[in-house]
């Protein structure tokens, strides 16, 4: 009965909209793109192999320590920040390529858990400048070229459920405009990690015998 009852109401839910949709285009090429996807410094457009994981919070509000200035490493605390925030990922893009400086076009991104269905919300865009199939891959991975940076903005969605011919996409360009150039910095390499990790741990076993 229980299953029965669990079922009944789920189909409801599905019903009445209560599980949200919205669509986005992740696509700056628009004429009225002010920013785009840079490597060393704002302005300077990358042009090659990229990827990018797409994240979504169902919220306009987030925490600051995401959007910081590009500096070496920042891109690292800056996902920390983000994936403690309660962000959720949507898609990952690897092995992307980029035909245009700084333009990033890959497409509609359908998002079946934006609540409520077509609202405003918040996206985070995590790049890297190889072909690595994730953001923890390219940790994992990472060598003196290696590049990454994250941005994150507020974004009206489109419900892609709505009745009636399927409506255009959101372009992320509306919540882009209002940042700056997504900046891919040097992130620290897997040795540097290590020997954090091993300079932390003396630091505790000096306390201890202190």
């Given at each position: ?55 979504e919070l169902n919220s306009t509000t987030f ?81 003196a070229n290696t590049r990454a940076g994250i ?51 003396a630091l505790l076993i000096f306390r201890r015998?202190?």
């Amino acid at each position: 009965m229980k299953k029965l009852v669990i079922t009944c109401a789920a189909s409801l839910a599905l019903a009445l909209g209560v599980y949200g949709q919205g669509s986005v285009a992740i696509d700056n090429s628009s004429p009225s793109a002010d920013y785009g996807l840079a490597i060393g410094a704002a302005g300077t457009y990358y042009t090659g192999t990229y990827g990018l994981e797409v994240w979504e919070l169902n919220s306009t509000t987030f925490p600051a320590g995401i959007n910081v200035s590009p500096t070496a490493g920042y891109a690292v605390a800056a996902y920390m920040a983000m994936t403690g925030a309660g962000f959720t990922l949507e898609k990952t893009y690897a092995g992307a390529n980029m035909s245009l400086p700084g333009v990033i076009q890959l497409g509609e991104l359908d998002m079946a858990n934006v609540t409520p269905a077509g609202s405003t919300v918040t996206l985070a865009l995590a790049a890297w400048n190889n072909s690595a199939a994730s953001w923890s891959a390219m940790l994992a991975t990472a060598g003196a070229n290696t590049r990454a940076g994250i941005i994150a903005f507020n974004n009206p969605t489109v419900n892609y459920q709505a009745p009636g011919p399927p409506p255009t996409p959101a372009s992320i360009v509306g919540g882009w405009n209002t940042l700056g150039d997504l900046v891919m910095m040097p992130v620290p390499e897997p040795g540097t990690f290590a020997l954090a990790g091993l300079g932390a741990a003396a630091l505790l076993i000096f306390r201890r015998r202190k």
